[in-house]
C-alpha cells in the first residue's frame, strides 16, 4: 500500500509499506476530468491539474487531525499495472476500513452559509447534499460503509458533518438501513437487501458495478474487463453462493463443484446433450480461441484467417492475413481485440481498435535464432507470454537433442499512453522446456507446465516473474497442458493418462485434490466449462481410429476426493483435436486438422 505525506512546503512524497502499515486518513470523492495520477505525481507534473486541490486538501486536513500520511485513489494507485489495480480492488475495502479518517469530499456542494453559533445553515447546502453526485457512484457505497469515521466536506473544505451526525439524510437520501450506517457487520444484512443499496448507482465501467461490491459481500474476485455487468454479476452471486454454502460433510453423497457453490447432485436431473450445430471444413495446422468466444483464429502454412460470429451465431472468415515464415504459435486477447502471430524469429501483435471486422498490424518484432511453441495473453489483454527454445551456445551446432537447446520464456506488455499500442520486452527468463502457458484469472498468476512439474509465478516489480509456487506429483507420463477454472479456484492438468487437480489455497498457491481414479489416455486439449463444473477433454493415444471430445462432470464426494463422470462423448471423425474451448455462451468449439466443428447444448 502506497501512501502520501504531505510536507510544510506543499511538496509530496509517496511511501511504500508492506507491513507496519501507519495511522493513516483517505479520501473519497467523485473522479472529474483532470484527476493527478501515479505518473504525474512521479513526475512532478500534476500540481497544474484541478484534481490536485483534492489532494492538498485532504493532506492538510489530515495534519489538522495529527496524521501523518493519507491516501488517495487517483495518483496512489499504478493504474498501467493490471495486476497491482486488480490487488487494488480486491484491496479496497479494507484499507477503507482500517483508515483512520475518512473525507468525503464533495466537489458539487457549494459553501454554506452559517448561523450566529459557526453551525451550517440548512439551506442551500442541504439540497445539493443530497443531490451530490457522491451519492450515485458504486465505488462509493463501501467508501461510506467500511471507514468507522466518515467526515463530509463542502467543496472549499469546509466541514459539514459525520456519518452520525448526517445519519438521517443519508439513510433517506441512500435507503440504507440505519444499523449499517452505524457500523454493523454488513454480513448481517440480507444479500439481496446489499445488492439493492447499490441497484441506482452507476460505475463508468460496466463490470465495476460488480466488482465495487466485492468487499460489501467480503469476496475476493478476479477482475475480466469485457466480461460484460452482467456476467460480472453473475459470477459474483456464484461467489457469494459458495462463500455461504457450507463444505461437504458425510451426511452429503455427492456434491458438484466448484463454481456452482457445490449444490447436491440429483441423479434424476436431465441435462441437455451437445449436438454438432456448426462444421467448417478447412486445413488447420495452429488455433487460438478468444475468452469472449466471439473470434478464433486459424492458420495453415503462412496464412492466418480470423473468423468472426454473426448476429446469429454462425462464424465466418473476414480476413486472410499472410505472415513471413510458418506460424509457430497463436494467441487472442480475451476481449477479442488483440492478436499474436508468431512465425519463424518473427511477433506480430495485430488489433481491432475500432471493434469492427479488419485488424491492423500494430508491431512486427524479430528475434534470432529462437522458436516460440505457445503465447498466451493476460485476462486484461495487456501482457503476452511465450514460451521459447534456442540453441545452447555451449553445445556443438550439429547437436539437436533436447540437451543442445536453452528453455525459457518470455513477457511482453503493451503501453497505450500514447494512444496507440507499443509493445515492448518485459523480461527474458531461461527455465526448463514449457509445453503449455498462460496467466491465471486470480490476480494473473503466470502458470508455465513442463513434463515434470508446474510452476506458478507472480510478477515482482516491473521485469521480474518469480516462482512462488512448484506443484509437483505422479504425472503418469509427464504433465502436458493446464486449464483454470473461470473464478481461479481450480487448476486441472491434462497427464497421458488422467487429468490431475488442484485447488486454491487462498494465499495464491494451490493444494492437490485427491483423484478417486485415473481418467483414460490424454491429449493436450482440456478446457473448463463457463460453469466450472465440467471439463471438455480428448481421450486417445496412438494411430488414431476414432477421435472423441469426452465432456465431464465433476463431482466432489463426501471423504474430499474427487472424481468425474462422463456426460457425453462426442466424434470427431479420424481427425486429432488440437484445441478445445467453451465459449461464453455455453457453445463448446473443437479444432481438428480438418476444420473447426462448434457444438452446442440442444
Known amino acids: 500500500m502506497r501512501l502520501l505525506e504531505h510536507y510544510n512546503d506543499g511538496e509530496l512524497s509517496l511511501t511504500q509499506f508492506f507491513d507496519n502499515i501507519p495511522r493513516y486518513a483517505i479520501l473519497s470523492h467523485t473522479w472529474g476530468p483532470e484527476e493527478v495520477t501515479f505518473t504525474d505525481l512521479i513526475e512532478g507534473s500534476g500540481i497544474s491539474k484541478a484534481g490536485y486541490d483534492k489532494i492538498r486538501f485532504c493532506g492538510e486536513q489530515a495534519r489538522r487531525d495529527g496524521l501523518q500520511y493519507f491516501w488517495v485513489d487517483t495518483c496512489c494507485i499504478d493504474k498501467s499495472s493490471s495486476a497491482e489495480l486488480a490487488e487494488a480492488i480486491n484491496s479496497m475495502f479494507r484499507w477503507y476500513r482500517d483508515a483512520a479518517k475518512c473525507y468525503v469530499f ?39 460503509l467500511a471507514p468507522s469515521s466518515v467526515e463530509f466536506f463542502m467543496k472549499d473544505g469546509q466541514r459539514l458533518g459525520d456519518r452520525r451526525s448526517l445519519e438521517q439524510q443519508i439513510h433517506e437520501i441512500t435507503g440504507i438501513a440505519v444499523p449499517a450506517l452505524r457500523g454493523s457487520a454488513l454480513d ?62 458425510a451426511s452429503n453423497s455427492v456434491y458438484i463443484g466448484p463454481e456452482l457453490a457445490l449444490t447436491v447432485a440429483s441423479s434424476g436431473d436431465p441435462y441437455r446433450q451437445f449436438l454438432l450445430q ?42 486472410n492475413v499472410s505472415i513471413c515464415g510458418t506460424i509457430t504459435a497463436l494467441s487472442i486477447s480475451p476481449d477479442g ?41 493476460s485476462l486484461e489483454g495487456n501482457l503476452l507470454a511465450m514460451s521459447r527454445s534456442e540453441p545452447d551456445p555451449d553445445k556443438p551446432d550439429f547437436d539437436c537433442s533436447p540437451r543442445g537447446k536453452v528453455y525459457g520464456f518470455q513477457v511482453w506488455e503493451v503501453d497505450r499512453s500514447s494512444g496507440q499500442p507499443h509493445w515492448q520486452l518485459v523480461c527474458t527468463v531461461r527455465t526448463v522446456e514449457i509445453l503449455d502457458l498462460g496467466f491465471t484469472p486470480a490476480e494473473e498468476r503466470l502458470v508455465c507446465v513442463s513434463p515434470q512439474e508446474i510452476q506458478i509465478r507472480k510478477r515482482i516489480g516491473k521485469a521480474t516473474f518469480q516462482v512462488i509456487h512448484k506443484l509437483c506429483g505422479d504425472a503418469y507420463g509427464g504433465f502436458r497442458s ?70 465431464w462432470q465433476l463431482k466432489w464426494k463426501a471423504d474430499g476426493r474427487w472424481c468425474k463422470e462422463i456426460e457425453q462423448q462426442l466424434c470427431c471423425n479420424k481427425s486429432r483435436v488440437q484445441r478445445l474451448a467453451f465459449l461464453s455462451d455455453g457453445r463448446l468449439i473443437s479444432v481438428s486438422r480438418d476444420g473447426v466443428r462448434i457444438w452446442k447444448k440442444g
Open 106 to 144: 464533495l466537489a458539487d456542494v457549494p459553501r454554506a452559509t452559517v448561523d450566529s453559533k459557526g453551525q451550517p445553515n440548512q439551506l442551500p447546502w442541504e439540497s445539493a447534499f443530497r443531490t451530490s453526485r457522491w451519492f450515485t457512484r458504486g465505488w462509493t457505497l463501501q467508501e461510506l
Open 188 to 249: 448481517q444484512f440480507d444479500i439481496e437487501e446489499r445488492f439493492k443499496w447499490a441497484k441506482s448507482r452507476q460505475t463508468t465501467r460496466e463490470e465495476d458495478w460488480a466488482y465495487c461490491l466485492l468487499g460489501i459481500f467480503g469476496i475476493f474476485m478476479s477482475l475480466l474487463y469485457g466480461e460484460g455487468k452482467t456476467h460480472a454479476i453473475c459470477r459474483l452471486r456464484m461467489r457469494i453462493n459458495k462463500k455461504d454454502t457450507p463444505t461437504p460433510s
Open 278 to 319: 456448426q462444421t467448417y471444413h478447412a486445413t488447420i495446422w495452429k488455433s487460438a480461441v478468444s475468452l469472449s468466444g466471439n473470434r478464433f483464429v486459424t492458420s495453415e502454412d503462412q496464412n492466418i484467417y480470423i473468423w468472426m460470429a454473426n448476429d446469429a451465431g454462425e462464424f465466418q472468415i473476414t480476413q
Open 337 to 377: 481485440g488483440t492478436f499474436a502471430f508468431v512465425g519463424n524469429q518473427t511477433l506480430q501483435l495485430w488489433s481491432d481498435h475500432c471493434k469492427t471486422k479488419m485488424l491492423k498490424q500494430d508491431t512486427c518484432y524479430r528475434f534470432n535464432a529462437i522458436t516460440i511453441s505457445t503465447a498466451a495473453f
Open 482 to 551: 493446464f486449464a483454470t477454472s473461470p473464478n481461479g479456484d481450480f487448476l486441472a492438468v491434462a497427464c497421458s493418462q488422467h487429468i490431475v487437480m488442484w485447488e486454491s489455497d487462498g494465499n495464491g498457491g494451490f493444494r492437490r485434490i485427491p483423484h478417486s481414479s485415473p481418467g483414460g489416455v490424454l491429449e493436450a486439449p482440456i478446457s473448463f466449462a463457463s460453469d466450472g463444473h465440467r471439463l471438455a477433454s480428448c481421450p486417445y493415444s496412438g494411430p488414431v481410429k476414432e477421435a472423441f471430445i469426452q465432456i
